[in-house]
């Protein structure tokens, strides 16, 4: 590993960056056979073609904490038209942002992205506080360097490159360091990251909770700062994001760092209310138990729930209280949901379950589900019925 933090060489965002500097070069630590062999001939035939190729992103950063990674992306010179040219067994996707999917058998990707330089940012708009979050970033697609394409990206622990030939780590921005002090740290200022991407905010929590890390005091005090502009981010984007916090194993982590941070007031009002508002009878404890249990199954099964089960549990609780001595159960459910789904982009397919399910449950808690015992939603209403007996032990 490195001692000491070398500085972050971010250069002024209006500046035309030409310079190359060297990276800081470390010898990787891990054993190289773990790295996906496939990715491995993707690297290797670039270079054998006079490319630069890299691994990059969560798969080196999950090799150096010691974790399995789930997939192995690679940043390269090479233009997507040069990659597809040396892979048959590729594609070229996206119209805006064209990456090259290299395909495997048994549906593995790996995927080859080109380098690219940081986005240009409106200057001013962001001063003023006039810019509309989406719109900050102007250009996310212009090529570049290695160097420019590891100070793009949002936190340095996802900003080491690995060198196939030489195992060697390349750090432009201090995350080795952060790899070893075990911290989230973005790179570059953090109020104007969360800024120029409200969405980063929710991704610093995700792998804080899912990898174990603190979160560096800077980076901690912007994301409460900087909470209200999730707001302005693009609503399916930000549902998504949330459903990858309650995915991985960190469920538990995830949700009570949004809360302690005030994004679940900004987010999810309902949810955030209804844990300010224990009274001291253990109801934020049971919304606690209940993604404790989510992911200690999680972890045990592999694989993550169905998002219409994490939806659910998620809001489980305070769904409860609202259909609470309602007659029409559902109608009390579409009325709690109604906000949620306009603040968040919820899919229809996903709310209109979560609502079938939440207002079924106590029947099937009685052995009286009738004809929804044979839906297509059954086998989930079951799985959400077992999760929730087991968090409160009934």
């Given at each position: 590993m490195v001692l000491g933090s070398p500085p972050l060489l971010v250069p002024e965002q209006d500046e035309d960056v030409r310079w190359s500097?060297?990276?800081?070069?470390?010898?990787?630590?891990?054993?190289?056979?773990?790295?996906?062999?496939?990715?491995?001939?993707?690297?290797?035939?670039?270079?054998?073609?006079?490319?630069?190729?890299?691994?990059v992103?969560?798969?080196?950063?999950?090799?150096?904490?010691?974790?399995r990674p789930k997939d192995f992306d690679i940043a390269t010179d090479a233009r997507p038209e040069d990659v597809r040219r040396l892979f048959r067994n590729s594609r070229i996707i996206g119209r805006r942002f064209r990456l090259v999917h290299v395909l495997f058998g048994g549906g593995k990707v790996i995927e080859v992205?080109?380098?690219r330089r940081s986005p240009i940012i409106d200057a001013d708009a962001l001063e003023n506080g006039t810019a509309?979050?989406?719109?900050?970033?102007?250009?996310?697609?212009?090529?570049?360097?290695?160097?420019?394409?590891?100070?793009?990206?949002d936190f340095t622990i996802n900003a080491l490159f690995y060198?196939?030939?030489?195992?060697?780590?390349?750090?432009?921005?201090?995350?080795?360091?952060?790899?070893?002090?075990?911290?989230?740290?973005?790179?570059?200022?953090?109020?104007?990251?969360?800024?120029?991407?409200?969405v980063r905010i929710l991704r610093a929590i995700k792998f804080a909770a899912r990898l174990d890390l603190g979160i560096d005091p800077d980076v901690y005090d912007a994301m409460v700062f900087t909470r209200a502009t999730l707001a302005r981010a693009a609503r399916p984007r930000l549902f998504e994001e949330i459903l990858r916090l309650l995915r991985g194993g960190g469920a538990h982590r995830s949700i009570w760092l949004a809360w302690e941070l005030?994004?679940?007031?900004?987010?999810?009002?309902?949810?955030?209310?209804?844990?300010?508002?224990?009274?001291?009878?253990?109801?934020?404890?049971?919304?606690?138990?209940?993604?404790?249990?989510?992911?200690?199954?999680?972890?045990?099964?592999?694989v993550p729930f169905d998002d219409i089960v994490l939806s659910t549990l998620l809001l489980l609780e305070p769904m409860k209280e609202a259909c609470e001595g309602e007659r029409d159960r559902i109608?009390?459910?579409?009325?709690?949901l109604d906000p949620v789904i306009a603040r968040l982009a919820m899919s229809r397919r996903v709310a209109d379950a979560v609502r079938r399910i939440v207002s079924i449950l106590p029947r099937l808690g009685a052995g009286r589900a009738g004809r929804f015992a044979r839906s297509g939603l059954a086998d989930l209403a079951t799985q959400i019925y077992e999760i929730d007996r087991a968090a409160h032990g009934t």
């Open positions: 500097p060297q990276p800081t070069r470390i010898d990787a630590g891990f054993d190289q056979s773990r790295v996906d062999p496939d990715a491995q001939k993707v690297v290797r035939r670039l270079t054998r073609h006079g490319f630069q190729a890299y691994l992103g969560g798969g080196v950063r999950d090799l150096l904490l010691d974790r992205a080109t380098f509309d979050a989406d719109l900050l970033i102007r250009s996310d697609n212009a090529f570049g360097e290695a160097h420019e394409d590891a100070l793009r990206r060198d196939l030939d030489a195992g060697q780590i390349l750090d432009w921005v201090g995350g080795m360091a952060d790899i070893e002090r075990r911290v989230v740290r973005t790179i570059g200022e953090p109020e104007t990251r969360f800024r120029e991407d409200p005030g994004i679940l007031s900004v987010l999810l009002p309902e949810l955030a209310t209804f844990l300010d508002d224990d009274g001291g009878n253990g109801a934020a404890t049971r919304v606690w138990r209940l993604l404790a249990e989510v992911d200690r199954r999680t972890i045990e099964r592999g109608a009390a459910a579409y009325g709690f």
